[in-house]
């Protein structure tokens, strides 16, 4: 068997994160459902406990103490995202409940003020339906089109094809930086140089690169990025839109409220400068500074498991683990008679979807749930991906830089029984 960093005691790691240690049907928890949400270290579940103990107020609008205390946790969280990301500036960071409202906050914005009839949308194939469906009610809006770009049977984009279909009409690409069900990730930077060189606007969802990938928005030179905050060992109910300043100063206001405006009469009303243009009402604040530990959290963990430190060794060092973790489980499930692995790109992240002969995808999530193993099964909200794969569904095990060889060999001997149980 190969082993993971001696250096590192992962143990002692796993320890920082308090549901790691449940027991599940008598059995201890393998959390191998990653994609779905990545569990919360203990620091950050004591800054958000913290904040409400000892902060907790409404931003931006008090003079008292406890608001000023808030809004300078609030905002320096944002400063520790615009870092994670390597944007030029904090105002292009724009605080969401999700990566799905970022992307409908841009889809909304780009059919006012760019789009038109007759105008071409480009998604990949491979696209969370959170990345097709607001592009598509663009398209209802404005009489625009949204095509898809066809991928491989590996699960790759099909880079010949996507430069075929680029045009004068081709007004907006967005694409996934890492697919959340086959693991794929896909040359982004490429991808968006090439939609620049038609005119076209670009946009990358980044939920699933953002837990494994470090970030750089300014190398990418996507106008828009979003992350999924509870996927980033977060809280949920927190997303993140960073877009290049020039782009949000020209999109319209989102939503209407408190916070984002600069005047209100009723003869019409001035909107605030941007971020807080697009940031009504009063934010999850709490979610925020859990937002800002966990980025604490990874910097602290490159400290540790990394000479070169911070946030570029923990990514570094978080790469590696995840890298023999998901090559030991596709080594492992390959050898099953009967399965079949979807997503065979060698440039992927850590992900591992399959498919079993015998039994359907949710038995398999069922049984081994039964032996305290955590997995996803279903289409992953990637419908027209299925469809192009021909299947339903698929199981789906995906692993963080906390998971184990030892969790991968109880994936691999669950599926071998529910193999014997279903044939």
Sequence with gaps: MISLSPVVDISKIRAEFPVL???INGQPLAYLDNASTSQKPEAVIQAMDRFYRTQNANIHRGVHQLSQEATQAYDLAREKVRDLLQANDAREIVFTKGCTEAINLVAFGLSTTLLKPGDEILVTTMEHHSNIVPWQMAAERTGAVVKPIPITDEGEVDM?????MLSERTKVVAMVHVSNSLGTINPVKQM???A?????KTLVDGAQAGPHLRVDVKDLDADFYTLSCHKHYAPTGVGVLYGKLEHLEALPAYQGGGDMIRTVR???STYAPVPAKFEAGTPNVSGVIGVGASIDYLR???DRVSAEGGLDGAFRWIGEQEHQLTGYAQQRLREIDGLRI????????AVVAFTLESAHPHDIGTVLDQHGIAIRAGHHCCMPLMERLGVSATARASFAFYNTLEEVDRLADAVILVKELFS
């Excluded at 010949?160 to 075929?164: I, M, W």
């Excluded at 620049?196 to 076209?200: P, R, S, Y």
């Excluded at 979807?342 to 992240?349: L, R, V």
């Design 160 to 164: 010949e094809a996507y430069a075929s």
């Design 266 to 268: 009723f003869s019409g």
């Design 21 to 23: 240690s449940r027991i």
């Design 196 to 200: 620049h060189n038609v005119g076209a």
């Design 300 to 302: 602290d963990l490159g």
């Design 192 to 194: 968006v140089a090439m």
């Design 342 to 349: 979807t997503g065979t790109s060698p440039t992927k992240a």
